[in-house]
């Protein structure tokens, strides 16, 4: 029942929506006990039952048992009527997956992002979803929207990206306009940090918690924030943006104009550099940096140790100005135990408030995740919520 053609008066909308939210979050009920549950009427919940029944957004689950011997019809969403695409376009790995509207991830593809950036990225991203699709047997029509998530910042009037160092030629490119032409669907984009944030709070362990910091180290910096379960975006979408924090390197040089401070001294590259200057080898990963910290080497050890200090700094201003009620730390850095335990120490010494610090447990997956939740309530909200009163809905829970 696409609610954007022909839509219904408002009330029945609101109905439709309180019918959803029920078959979402409960699973298979019958007529008389979404009745109790929603406060409509037997004769309304027909109507709306029908409706949902002959849109094919609801189907018959089965019969259940009542008093005396009497049974019910029970009704459930039909996951296979609608699909969601959520897609992490990162600088090295790009991650496809595919949910359908009852909250279950059905596919994912990770692959290598093409380094050559802008239009092969998005050609790649074109190539592997359909060939998704085909895959799993499910119809480009029944794919109704794209959340695209990245490193940087979108222009909410152009559409363009910014603040994003790490993807080449992507500036410029007005992602959801020519995405939007290529799947066909509708594309909705994000930070890409702020869909982990999204994705620890649906399936990770942020999950039910509405105020929550997501600190992202990798190869670059990011801070993802929910506040009473609301994304912080700031008046421009750059909330976030704690690379460019002027501390950690010089602030002043060109490098920490162009890629950010704090992004200089503790990202990917500003790691191996710290460590080359310290009289390491240059071009050592950050892998095996962290490796030889492990086995106690003493520059990777000093290096590991000086990296996590400045983290640390970062995770009590994050706390003194947004006071969320849990930390997360992650990244392909960050959530690293190494990591997590020596800038829980750093937090010891640099602030007396105990401040909850956990590793992200969905690792790099939390990103597609997220977008995959962004896609998921972006659906809901199109097909079953009135349209002059849009808002950020709760998911169905994650299947056992």
């Given at each position: ?75 459930e969403v039909n ?61 480009s029509e029944n ?186 730390l992650g990244g ?69």
């Amino acid at each position: 029942m696409a609610i954007t053609e022909n839509a219904p008066p408002v009330l029945r909308q609101i109905s439709v929506r309180a019918v959803m939210d029920v078959l979402l979050q409960s699973g298979p009920t019958s007529r008389a006990e979404l009745s109790k549950l929603t406060g409509l009427s037997k004769q309304t919940m027909s109507e709306v039952i029908r409706t949902l029944e002959e849109s094919g957004w609801v189907r018959e689950k089965g019969v259940t048992s009542g008093r005396v011997g009497r049974t019910a019809i029970t009704y459930e969403v039909n996951g296979n009527a609608g699909y969601a695409v959520g897609i992490d376009m990162g600088p090295t790995t790009t991650r496809i997956g595919l949910v359908n509207i009852v909250g279950n991830i059905v596919a994912e593809r990770e692959y290598l992002s093409d380094r050559r950036g802008g239009y092969y990225l998005i050609e790649q991203v074109e190539a592997i979803l359909s060939q998704m699709l085909t895959d799993t047997g499910i119809t480009s029509e029944n794919v109704l929207v794209a959340a695209v998530a990245t490193p940087g910042v979108v222009d909410p009037a152009t559409g363009a990206l910014s603040m994003a160092p790490n993807l080449a030629d992507i500036g410029g490119i007005d992602l959801g306009r020519v995405l939007n032409g290529r799947l066909g669907c509708t594309v909705v984009l994000e930070n890409d940090v702020n869909a982990a944030v999204i994705g620890e709070s649906w399936q990770g362990c942020a999950a039910a918690i509405d105020s929550v910091a997501f600190v992202s180290l990798g190869t670059g910096i990011g801070l993802g924030v929910l506040q009473d379960g609301k994304l912080m975006r700031g008046a421009s979408g750059a909330a976030g943006e704690i690379s460019y924090m002027p501390f950690g390197a010089d602030p002043y040089a060109d490098d920490s104009l162009e890629r950010g401070a704090l992004e200089c001294a503790i990202g990917a590259q500003g790691i191996t550099e710290l460590y080359a200057r310290a009289g390491g080898v240059e071009g050592t990963s950050v892998r095996d940096i962290m490796s030889l910290a492990e086995t106690g080497d003493p520059i990777a050890t000093d290096v590991i140790g000086k990296v996590a200090d400045i983290a640390a700094l970062l995770i009590v201003a994050v706390y003194a100005v947004v006071d969320p009620k849990t930390v997360v730390l992650g990244g392909s850095i960050g959530r690293h135990p190494m990591i997590v335990d020596r800038v829980s120490l750093g937090i010891e010494k640099a602030s007396r408030r105990t401040i909850d610090v956990k590793a992200s447990v969905l690792g790099n997956r939390a990103t597609l995740v997220g977008a995959l939740a962004i896609g998921l309530n972006h659906v809901h909200n199109l097909l079953f919520s009135p349209q002059i009163l849009p808002e950020q809905r709760r998911l169905p829970p994650p299947p056992l």
